[in-house]
Every structure is written in structure tokens, then in C-alpha cells.
């Protein structure tokens, strides 16, 4: 064995870490178990013939380079001066649309950056008066963007001029187009091929579910400076029902609470009237340019609460019209009949 531990020796001299020797044990049951020139060096014992088969499995393993326990990955470096990216949190929403940051749940970025986008778009028609939407559900989802959609195509309720979250297939400007994480469509008509005037549609929808939109006020087809009241009734509705076939769409269960903000800009100067001569109202005329109303609404629950729901966001409207009110029957008649495929 003189000659091999002169080989061995001088290998390891020469290299102190190398692995390429493995001492078996085998027969020395006294210490130190091998020479001392090995060192700490790993060393597989062979002198209890019960854990042979085991001691076996750990040689082969050493020799194949396959260890039964695999070394896990370093860790971030705390002194490395770079932050650790934190993985973005759940959307946690009260039940009154306020976030765990404390803000609204739909004032955030994303929405004020669809406003921005919108905004810039009707004012190069030079519109003035025009109905926002926002939604927002108060938990997580997530849907492709062809998932996004499907569930708008599905959940346009045709029964009242163009429907909210219109999807045009005729003209390729005014598809719907992928984009970022969702999907938006801007439908500008400078003149209107039958009435002459300018019409503006924009919606956008995001993977999470957010939904937005721009659409300029009907009634600036038939009039200057007016609103009729049945009209922002109807579309309201029509507003509160396109969320609930979306969200149902998009698989959010009936316990889902969901935040809507309805505004409605450019009302100074504007005269509230009725659309038809079968429901007359004196004009009355508004100082105030601006009315936003912001509810929470549970999804399942929707159906039955529509016409409450639509008197709470369009009232405080009325009201900024000489203090204009109408009685809850007269919510009730316009709301069902719009249910029924009726407008009045």
C-alpha cells in the first residue's frame, strides 16, 4: 500500500480540495477511521454489515454525482444595496369602496389613466357633455384578454341606441383592440351619417375585471344644451345591468361586492327635460357642471336592486336642476319597461 498512499499523498498536497478519492472503511472500528494526511475528508464506513445496502445507495450517489439531499439556492444578499421585489399584494376593498391604502378604489392609476385617454379623445370632437363609468370588483380575478371580450359581447344589452361596451365589427378603427393587461375600443364619428352631429364612445376593460367608459350624452343628437331625465334613467339602468351580466360573465360569484361610479360632466347650462311629450317636465336648467354618484352593490343582488339603485345615482343629479325630484313610481315604470325591451 506504500505505493497508492504515495500517489494519494501527493494528489491531495497538491490540491487540497480535491474529491477525487473516496476512503471505504471497512474492519476499523478504532479512530481515527482513516490516515490521518486525508483530513475532515468525506469517508463512507463499511464496518456494520446491517447498513451495508444503505452504505452502498451513498457511495453510488457520491459516484454519480446524484446526492440525496440537493443543496438549496442562496438567498438574497441583505448587503447587496438592491431591494427585493415584493410580490404585489391581493386587492382588499371595504365595503364602502375605500382600499387598504386608503383611497378609492376607483381613483386608482389605472382608472385616472383611462380617463386622461378618453377625455383627450371627445375633446377633439369638441363634445362637451358626456356619461363616465366605473367599475370595480372588490376582489381578485383574473381573465385572458380574450376572456375580457367575450363577456362584453355577451353582456351589451340592445335595446337603446348603441349599447354600453359596444363592439363594432364593421370598421377596422373601432374594434376592439388588446392592449397592456386588457382590452379598449374608441369609437369617434366626426359626423354622424342620419343626424349630422358627433358621437363618442370609449370603454376599456382590464384583466382584473376594471371597467371604464366614456360615451358622449344622447341628447346632444337632439338639441342643444338639454338632458331629459328618462334618458339618463334608461341609461343608468342599462349601465347597473351591463355590470351584472359582465361580472356574471367573467364568473365572479353572487357575493362579489362590486363599486360603481356614475358621472355625468358638461351639465352647466344644460336644460332637464323629457325625451318624449308623454312624460312632460318644466326646464329647469343647472348651474353646476359636474354630478358624480358612487355606490357598492352586490353582484347577485343586483336584479332585484335596480331600481333603487339607479334612483340613488341619478337623484343627486336631478336635484343640481333647481332641486328637481320625481317620484319613486316613475323610477319603477321606466326602469321595468327598459327591463321589458321597452323606452320611454
Known amino acids: ?3 497508492e498512499r504515495l ?35 468525506l469517508y463512507i464506513d ?10 452502498r445507495e451513498e457511495l453510488l ?4 454525482g446524484a446526492p440525496l439531499a440537493i443543496k438549496p439556492p442562496l438567498g438574497t444578499n441583505p448587503f447587496s444595496g438592491a431591494m427585493p421585489k415584493q410580490a404585489e399584494l391581493a386587492r382588499v376593498v371595504g365595503l364602502t369602496g375605500v382600499t ?5 378604489l376607483l381613483s386608482e392609476p389605472w382608472f385616472e389613466a383611462e380617463c386622461v385617454v378618453a377625455e383627450k379623445g371627445i375633446a377633439r370632437l369638441g363634445l362637451e357633455g358626456s356619461m363616465e363609468l366605473r367599475f370595480g370588483l372588490h376582489d381578485d380575478i383574473t381573465k385572458s384578454q380574450l376572456d375580457l371580450l367575450n363577456a362584453v359581447r355577451r353582456s351589451e344589452i340592445h335595446t337603446f341606441g348603441w349599447p354600453i361596451g359596444v363592439t363594432l365589427e364593421n370598421r377596422d378603427e373601432y374594434k376592439p383592440r388588446p392592449y397592456g393587461d386588457g382590452i379598449r375600443a374608441e369609437i369617434a364619428v366626426a359626423k354622424e351619417s342620419l343626424s349630422g352631429r358627433q358621437t363618442y364612445d370609449y370603454w376599456a ?14 341628447e346632444d343628437m337632439r338639441g342643444e344644451k338639454l338632458i331629459f331625465f328618462n334618458t339618463r334613467i334608461v341609461r343608468v339602468a342599462e349601465a347597473l345591468m351591463f355590470a351584472s351580466n359582465l361580472y356574471t360573465n367573467l364568473g365572479a360569484p353572487p357575493e362579489a361586492k362590486l363599486s360603481v361610479r356614475v358621472s355625468h360632466k358638461g351639465l ?3 336644460a332637464l327635460t323629457s325625451a318624449g311629450g308623454n312624460r312632460h317636465v318644466s326646464p329647469r336648467v343647472s348651474r353646476e357642471s359636474v354630478s358624480e354618484s358612487e355606490i357598492v352593490v352586490t353582484l347577485g343582488k343586483m336584479p332585484e336592486t335596480l331600481v333603487d339603485d339607479v334612483r340613488r345615482i341619478v337623484e343627486p343629479m336631478f336635484m343640481l336642476f333647481e332641486f328637481q325630484e320625481f317620484a319613486e313610481s ?12 321597452e323606452t320611454s
Open 1 to 3: 500500500m506504500g505505493f
Open 7 to 41: 500517489i494519494v499523498t501527493g494528489e491531495v498536497v497538491q490540491n487540497i480540495d480535491t474529491r477525487k478519492f473516496i476512503p471505504l472503511v471497512r474492519g476499523n472500528p478504532t479512530e481515527p477511521r482513516i490516515p490521518r494526511f486525508l483530513g475532515p475528508r
Open 46 to 55: 463499511f464496518n456494520n454489515d446491517a447498513s451495508y445496502e444503505t452504505k
Open 61 to 64: 450517489r457520491e459516484l454519480l
Open 100 to 104: 387598504r391604502e386608503g383611497g378609492q
Open 205 to 218: 376593460a382590464r384583466r382584473n375585471g376594471d371597467f371604464y367608459l366614456l360615451q358622449s350624452l344622447f
Open 268 to 270: 352647466a347650462g344644460r
Open 330 to 341: 316613475v323610477y319603477t315604470d321606466i326602469v321595468r319597461r327598459f327591463e321589458r325591451g
